[in-house]
DNA sequence: CGCGGGTTTGAGGGGTTTCAATACTAGTGG
DNA sequence: CCACTAGTATTGAAACCCCTCAAACCCGCG
C-alpha cells in the first residue's frame, strides 16, 4: 500500500495529519457500503479488509500492516466496497479524504507514486487470485504466512527467529478460502515436516527456503 | 477499467494516440514481467488477463471488453505482473505508456479520474476474491457470467436474449479456480435447471432475476 | 476424409468440509 | 487463588464437492 515514505513529501504530508487515534482490538473500522470523510494511516498494530457474503460467509482481502494507508481506493471513490476491522489495537493517523487527495493529484510526481501504490496493491491482489483460484491448502497457507514474514521484514517488525502473529486460525482459514479446522490440521503438517511453526500467536519459521521455494 | 470516456478530455485523449492496430486471435500480448513502452485502449473484441504458477496452472484475472484499458496498472509501473491474451481477434488504440502517464498525471482532474478507474478495478477484484474463496462452483460460474451480462449491456454489446460468448469451458474454468470438466457439469445443471444455456459461444440468460439474485 | 480442439459422460479417488466432542487458554469476577 | 466462561485449538468420523483419468462424441477445417 502507499507509505507516503521515500522522498521529502514524507513530511508535507504530516503537515496535513489532523489527529492521532487508537481503536480497541476487533473493533470494527468501517462498514462495506460507508462513505467515510477521512482516511488513515496505520501507526501501530494489525488490521484486515473483509467481506461477507449474504449467508455470512467471509473473505479476509488483505492484512494491514503499520506503515499502510487505509484505505488506499479511497483516494479514488467516496464508497468503499469493503469493511476494515481492528485485529490488535492500533493507532492511526486521520486525514481528510478530500484533502489528501487534493494534496495527492495536485502534483504530478505524487499522483505518480499514488498510481504506483495503486500497481503494487493491485499486482498483490492479482497474485492472491492466483493463490485462492489454483494452488492448494498447504500451498496457500505456506505462502500467506511468508507474505507476512516478508512484509514484516521490510518494516523491520520481525526478529530474526520469528515473529508476532495476532491471527486466529479463523482468520487464516479466511484469508485462505478455508476452514478453520482444515488451517488446524495443516499447520500440523508443516510443525511434523519442520517448516514452521505457530504456537501462542508467535511463529516461527524454521525452513525459509523450502517455506519461499513453495 | 479507465475508459477515458465521460468529458471532453476523450477528445484530447485521442491526440495521444500513436496508432490503432490489430492482433489475431489466441495471441499473446504481453508476458508476466514484461515492460512495454507502449499501452492499448481495446476498440474491438476480447482479452484476457492472466498468471500461471510454476507447474502451468492459469488463473484468468479478468476479461478485458472493448473500451477498457490494457492495462491500467501500466500507468503505475514499468513492469507488469500478468500476461495478457487476446481471446479474439482484437483491435487496439496503441498509447505511449510515458506520454499517456504524462498527460494523466499531469492535471489533477484526468489524474483524479484514473483513481476513480483504479478504484472501481480494486473493488471488482475484491468480489473476485470473495467469488474465488467462499462461493460454491455454481455461484462461481453463475456469477461470472452474469458480471459478463452486465458489462457489455452497459457497453450495449449484448442483444435482450443473450450475446455471443467467446469463451471455452477452459476459459471459464481457470476464471473461477474450477476445472473443465467440472464446469460443463455445471453449466449442464443450469440449463435443466432454465437458468441459462451456453452453447455453439452464444449464451442466453433464460432466468435473470435468478442469475442476478445468486 | 482425417485431424485437433472442445464438449460430454462415467467411474473412481482425494482434498476439504461438516459435524461433534474434547481440551486448551486467557480473561473475569468472586 | 480459584472457579467460571468464552473463545480457540485439536482430534476423529463421515460426507461431499470437486478433481483426475479416460473414453466417446461432436464439430469446424484443412
Known amino acids: 500500500m502507499y507509505d507516503g515514505s521515500g522522498a521529502e513529501d514524507g513530511s508535507r504530508i504530516e503537515a496535513l495529519r ?33 467481506k461477507v457474503t449474504r449467508d455470512g460467509r467471509r473473505q479476509i482481502l488483505s492484512f494491514i500492516l503499520p506503515g ?6 479511497l483516494l479514488g471513490t467516496e464508497r468503499i466496497a469493503h469493511a476494515v476491522k481492528a485485529l490488535t489495537a492500533i493507532s492511526v493517523c486521520v486525514f481528510s479524504r478530500t484533502e489528501l487527495a487534493d494534496f495527492i493529484y495536485g502534483d504530478a510526481e505524487r499522483a505518480r507514486r499514488a498510481g504506483a501504490a495503486f500497481a503494487a496493491q493491485s499486482a ?43 491471527l486466529t486460525q479463523s482468520h487464516i482459514a479466511d484469508a485462505t478460502g478455508l476452514t478453520a479446522v482444515h488451517v488446524g ?3 500440523r503438517e508443516m510443525r511434523k515436516s519442520k517448516l514452521l511453526s505457530l504456537a501462542q500467536g508467535w511463529l516461527t519459521i524454521e525452513d525459509p527456503e523450502s517455506l519461499a521455494a513453495i
Open 124 to 166: 498483490a491482489t492479482d497474485e492472491q487470485m492466483l493463490d485462492l483460484g489454483q494452488r492448494s491448502a498447504f500451498e496457500r497457507i505456506a505462502r500467506l504466512l511468508n507474505h507476512l514474514a516478508v512484509q514484516l521484514r521490510k518494516r523491520g517488525l520481525a526478529e530474526a527467529e520469528g515473529f508476532r502473529l495476532p
Open 68 to 73: 499502510d494507508l487505509i484505505d488506499l481506493p
Open 18 to 50: 489532523l489527529r492521532c487515534t487508537t481503536f480497541a482490538a476487533r473493533r470494527t473500522i468501517c462498514y462495506e457500503g460507508d462513505a467515510p470523510t477521512e482516511l488513515f494511516q496505520l501507526f501501530d498494530g494489525w488490521a484486515f479488509r473483509y
Open 185 to 187: 490440521r495443516t499447520l
